[in-house]
């Protein structure tokens, strides 16, 4: 499988909105409400954030939010604040019990 | 609380073996999905492998037919047996307990072991 395509990196202002695209095919993003997103940082382990495609853990701040059209899926945050610089994956269920991630995208906050 | 510590990373030589360990707290390995999913230096998340409740596995293209996952529902552990490794399989190795129903990471994770392949 082929990972998801994400920008390298998105920058944006506090208090501003930004969204971060994860692109992928027909046979992963495209048949399946299975997309999940998450947030790492550094030396951390990954956070889950969004799952099937919209929806929020609980206790994830509604400022995060999914959505999806076709093979792309997006992630945005709104009001942004500075403890949100830094790396987020998009992941996708791709059939027969198999997954496939995205190459990630590094948030700045200037 | 529930927790999940690895071990059993370190350097080890192109085509040579390790096993990895993920001793399990709070929840029940056999009752539950378990994953490993790794993390290249620098690089993005890859899902490794799966044990269904079950005990059916499955397997990342990448590592089918070099590693093996298993489980000890006495120990309430998880392992991964890595034989004929190669450099790109170095990576930090993280165990995650998988919800079915959404095909998500809903957590916990381990901290993760640093594998290391290089002559």
């Known amino acids: 499988q082929s990972a998801l395509t994400q920008p390298a990196s998105v920058s944006g202002s506090p208090g501003q909105s930004i969204t971060i695209s994860c692109t992928g095919t027909?046979?992963?993003?495209?048949?399946?409400?299975?997309v999940s997103w998450y947030q790492q940082h550094p030396g951390k382990a990954p956070k889950l954030i969004i799952y099937?495609?919209?929806k929020r853990p609980s206790g994830v701040s509604n400022r995060f939010s999914g959505s999806k059209s076709g093979n792309t899926a997006s992630l945005t945050i709104s009001g942004l604040q500075a403890e949100d610089e830094t790396d987020y994956y998009c992941?996708?269920?791709?059939?027969?019990?198999?997954?496939?991630f995205g190459g990630g995208t590094k948030l700045t906050v200037l | 609380e529930v927790q999940l510590v690895e071990s059993g990373g370190g350097l080890v030589q192109p085509g040579g073996s390790l096993r990895l360990s993920c001793v399990v707290s709070g929840l029940t390995v056999r009752d539950n999905y378990m994953t490993w999913v790794r993390q290249a230096p620098g690089k993005g998340l890859e899902w490794v492998s799966l044990?269904?409740?079950?005990?059916?596995?499955w397997y990342a293209d990448s590592v089918k037919g070099r590693f093996t996952i298993a489980r000890d529902t006495s120990e309430n552990t998880l392992h991964l047996q890595m034989n004929t490794l190669r450099p790109e399989d170095t990576a930090v190795y993280y165990c995650?307990?998988?919800?079915?129903?959404?095909?998500?990471?809903?957590?916990?994770w381990g901290q993760g072991t640093l594998v290391t392949v290089s002559s």
């Open positions: 992941c996708s269920y791709a059939g027969s019990t198999t997954w496939v």
């Open positions: 027909s046979s992963d993003v495209g048949t399946y409400n299975l």
């Open positions: 995650a307990r998988l919800d079915w129903n959404s095909k998500a990471w809903s957590g916990p």
């Open positions: 099937e495609d919209n």
């Open positions: 044990i269904y409740s079950g005990g059916s596995t």
